[in-house]
C-alpha cells in the first residue's frame, strides 16, 4: 500500500523552498534529491517537486551530470538589488577588505537570523595557514564569540529572556559567567574566544554600532599560534577603530543611523 503524504498548504509549501534555499552553505554548495528529502524529512517525490519549482524560477540550476542542484542566477539578480539600494552592505565589503589589509587575517560579518548568530560575508586570510568559518556557518546566540558579541548591546534582563528560549542550548559555564564576560567585553566593545567554534583558532568580535542592537557583528579570526596575546590586542584595537571609523561614515550617509 503507498503511503499518502498530508496534504500542503501554499504556506507550508513556500516555506519548505525557503528551507532548501537556507540548506546552500559554503561547505555544502550542492544538494541532490535525496539529500534534500533526507535533511528535511521529505518523501523523493516532494523534494524534486520543490526542487523543480525553484529551478523553473531560476532560484537553483540543475547539474545534469551531478545531479545536483546549486544556487542559481536569481539570488545574484537579488544581491545586485540589495547592493544597489543598500550603501550598508557596500561599505561594509569595503570595510572588510580595508581590515583584513590591517590584521592580515580572515575577517567576516555575521547577522543574527532567528536565533542563530550567521556568516553573511567572509574574506580569507591571504596566509596559506588560516581559520575560515565558511559563509552560510551558524552559531548558537550566546555561543562562541560572535555569538556572544551579538549580546553585548543587549540590558542584562534581554540576555536572560533570550537565552531562557527553549531552542537555545545553554551558556557554557552558565548564564551568570556569560553575563559577567559580556559586562567586561561592553568595557573593551570586543569580546575574544579561543577554541570555542573552530578549534585552534582565535576570534575577536565586535558589534556593528549603527545597525540595532543585537543584530550584527564584525570578527577577525587567526590560529591560535599566531594570535598571541600582544597581536590579539593589536588586531581587537584595529577592529573597534575601524568599527568607529565606519560609524562615522555611515552617520554622515544617514544623520537617523545610531
Not at 591560535?224 to 568607529?244: C, G, H, I, K, Y
Request: hydrophobic letters at 40%.
Amino acid at each position: 500500500m503507498t503511503e499518502v503524504e498530508p496534504a500542503v498548504t501554499g504556506t507550508q509549501s513556500v516555506f519548505r523552498a525557503l528551507s532548501i534555499l537556507h540548506a546552500f552553505t559554503a561547505q555544502q554548495p550542492t544538494l541532490t534529491g535525496p539529500q534534500v528529502a533526507e535533511k528535511f524529512g521529505f518523501s523523493q517525490p516532494t523534494a524534486y517537486r520543490l526542487l523543480r519549482a525553484l529551478e523553473a524560477e531560476h532560484f537553483l540550476v540543475f547539474d545534469r551530470s551531478s545531479r545536483a542542484y546549486s544556487p542559481g542566477p536569481e539570488i545574484l539578480r537579488l544581491a545586485g538589488v540589495l547592493l544597489h539600494r543598500d550603501a550598508f552592505v557596500v561599505q561594509t565589503q569595503s570595510s572588510l577588505i580595508r581590515l583584513r589589509a590591517l590584521t592580515g587575517e580572515t575577517v567576516a560579518v555575521y547577522w543574527r537570523l532567528g536565533d542563530k548568530c550567521t556568516c553573511t560575508q567572509e574574506l580569507p586570510s591571504p596566509h596559506p595557514r588560516r581559520v575560515e568559518a565558511g559563509i552560510g556557518a551558524e552559531f548558537p546566540l550566546g555561543r562562541g564569540p560572535a555569538g556572544k558579541a551579538m549580546l553585548l548591546d543587549l540590558g542584562e534582563a534581554e540576555v536572560r529572556t533570550l537565552l531562557a528560549e527553549p531552542d537555545l542550548p545553554a551558556p557554557v559555564g552558565g548564564i551568570d559567567a556569560l553575563l559577567a564576560e559580556l559586562e567586561q567585553g561592553r568595557e573593551r566593545r570586543y569580546l575574544v574566544g579561543a577554541d570555542e567554534t573552530v578549534e585552534g583558532a582565535v576570534t575577536i568580535a565586535a558589534p556593528i554600532p549603527w545597525v540595532q542592537p543585537g543584530l550584527a557583528v564584525y570578527t577577525v579570526s587567526a590560529p591560535e599560534s599566531r594570535f598571541d596575546p600582544q597581536t590579539r590586542e593589536l588586531a581587537a584595537n584595529t577592529l573597534v577603530e575601524e568599527m568607529a571609523r565606519l560609524h562615522a561614515i555611515l552617520r554622515k550617509q544617514n544623520p537617523f543611523t545610531m
